[in-house]
């Protein structure tokens, strides 16, 4: 299943372009800012988690400096 940008105007989805996406971040400050920034009055009402769930931005929506490209996986425990 495709995901979608969730910018306004942007007609991206996943299935049709090499950008990455990003799911809206679960931590309440952080998500009322990407909210904030995309400017979308339908998506105020919603918790950071379904955002989290439900919403992404494509990477056109971010500048090159922001993105991280390091994978951290957490350590298994040892027994």
């Not at 919603?46 to 996986?73: G, V, W």
């Given at each position: 299943?495709?995901?979608?940008?969730?910018?306004?105007?942007?007609?991206?989805k996943?299935?049709?372009?090499?950008?990455?996406?990003?799911r809206?971040?679960?931590?309440?400050?952080?998500?009322?800012?990407?909210?904030?920034?995309?400017?979308?009055?339908?998506?105020?009402?919603?918790?950071?988690?379904?955002?989290?769930?439900?919403?992404?931005?494509?990477?056109?929506?971010?500048?090159?400096?922001?993105?991280?490209?390091?994978?951290?996986?957490?350590?298994?425990?040892?027994?």
């Amino acid at each position: 299943m495709p995901n979608f940008c969730a910018a306004p105007n942007c007609k991206r989805k996943s299935t049709q372009s090499d950008l990455a996406f990003f799911r809206f971040p679960r931590d309440p400050a952080r998500c009322q800012k990407w909210v904030e920034n995309c400017r979308r009055a339908d998506l105020e009402d919603k918790t950071p988690d379904q955002l989290n769930k439900h919403y992404r931005l494509c990477a056109k929506h971010f500048e090159t400096s922001m993105i991280c490209r390091t994978i951290h996986f957490a350590e298994a425990s040892e027994n």
